[in-house]
């Protein structure tokens, strides 16, 4: 019940009262999501003139024009009503066929649920089985996603730290550490946001394993499995795993093909987990775009080129970012290995979100502060490099003197 308001309480008392009514109105789930750290950046770079933005999330390369083209088609062919719940038959076989070819496992249409991009899929997936009492494993720093779907329907989330001296790689140990007897999952992601970083086989086959052994969830959201530099051979959990049991694998056209505005995703997992997704995702956004999953099935079936150019131009700039943070002052890096993320640290103890938000106001350059991604990575800074060499450049030029001006 609101306290009654007293008439001699202040102006300022009683707006505080409202507010504190007006929030009451909520679900306190809602308390689980943060205020967003990104914001005050955001908000500020709205206002200013000549921004260069290292804080992109996105693919900055056009889509396709094959892909384009599927989805006009499919908007003049009439195709603007509901698919099947579980997606549309055309991409459900064409998924099926790829990731059977890509990974070498059987799966069939049963396995695969469409969703509107990975977040659906991450949204159905950890909040239909968290709960209270259930821990999750999560990388720290992570997708500022997760953290907060687990805690919405009371699960528990337990970090596990990655370190920048360690290219941000996961121990495999320290996750096996990690594991208790109340662990229910692991969510890993891989190729890393923020990081960067990639897993390699042996890392990733170990700690399936382990979880497969204890019965523990692996939500693998694989979102970036093209975005990969160095290696070839990605360690999709879909190729390490035994069986699909204790494994959802999520991933989606946003990064690979760049089609972040259509919102097509999918998660992959046993026959009996889709049919329970599918039941949920039909109370939730019933179905994905329907244009937009006839453009997925024209992504999937024609030739791969245009992944493999889009790809060596995030290398390029992979590589220039990497000889530009080397050449900044007080920053501390290494060669990030897939997504377009570099994440480097800024010296112990300086706080990443007062250098980013002061960077922002003096050289008009935006990255994100590492704080936004988890608890432990508060002196690092995410820098995107989803934008040209040229204007990378430019805004190291900017903050290359500005850095060198700190005293931290
Ligand atoms: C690691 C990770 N997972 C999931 C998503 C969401 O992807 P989608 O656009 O498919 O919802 C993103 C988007 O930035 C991401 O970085």
Redesign the pocket.
């Known amino acids: 019940m609101p306290e009654p308001l007293n008439k001699s309480v202040g102006q300022a008392t009683s707006r505080k009262m409202k507010y504190r009514k007006a929030k009451a109105s909520w679900n306190p789930a809602m308390q689980a999501i943060p205020v967003s750290g990104i914001r005050k950046l955001v908000n500020m770079a709205s206002t200013m003139k000549d921004v260069i933005h290292l804080s992109i999330?996105?693919p900055d390369q056009p889509t396709p024009p094959h892909i384009i083209e599927a989805y006009v088609d499919a908007l003049n062919a009439g195709q603007t009503g509901y698919t099947m719940d579980a997606g549309l038959p055309e991409l459900l076989v064409a998924l099926r066929d790829y990731y059977g070819k890509r990974y070498n496992r059987k799966l069939t249409r049963d396995n695969i649920l469409i969703?509107?991009?990975?977040?659906?899929?991450?949204y159905l997936a950890i909040s239909a089985t968290s709960a209270p009492g259930r821990q999750f494993l999560v990388t720290d720093p992570?997708?500022l996603?997760y953290a907060p779907l687990i805690r919405m329907t009371g699960g528990e989330v337990k970090y596990i730290p990655t370190y920048a001296e360690n290219n941000h790689q996961l121990d495999p140990d320290d996750v096996i550490k990690a594991m208790g007897s109340r662990t229910f999952a692991l969510v890993l992601?891989n190729?890393?946001?923020?990081t960067g970083a990639v897993y390699p086989r042996s890392t990733v086959e170990t700690i399936l394993e382990e979880c497969a052994y204890r019965g523990i969830q692996v939500y693998a959201?694989e979102?970036?499995d093209h975005m990969l530099f160095d290696d070839d051979d990605f360690a999709s959990v879909l190729s390490c795993a035994v069986d699909l049991d204790n494994i959802m694998c999520?991933?989606?056209?946003?990064?690979t093909y760049s089609?972040?505005g259509l919102?097509?995703?999918w998660v992959i997992s046993s026959q009996a987990a889709i049919k329970s997704l599918r039941r949920y995702h039909m109370f939730t956004t019933s179905v994905a775009n329907t244009p937009a999953q006839f453009a997925g099935v024209a992504a999937l079936t024609a030739e791969q080129h245009c992944v493999q150019d889009m790809v060596s131009i995030y290398r390029e700039r992979r590589d220039n970012i990497v000889k530009l943070i080397d050449r900044t002052p007080h920053l501390t890096g290494y060669k990030p290995g897939g997504?377009f993320y570099a994440f480097p640290n800024l010296p112990p103890h300086v706080d990443g979100s007062d250098v980013a938000l002061r960077m922002l106001k003096e050289t008009g350059v935006c990255v994100v502060p590492g704080d936004a991604f988890g608890d432990h990575c508060t002196n690092a800074l995410r820098f995107s490099f989803s934008l040209t060499c040229e204007r990378m450049n430019e805004a190291f030029d900017r903050i290359i003197p500005w850095m060198a001006k700190q005293k931290f």
């Open positions: 999330g996105q969703t509107s991009g990975a977040t659906e899929a991450l992570s997708f996603l992601n190729p890393n946001n923020p959201d979102v970036y999520i991933s989606s056209f946003s990064k089609m972040a919102r097509v995703g997504a």
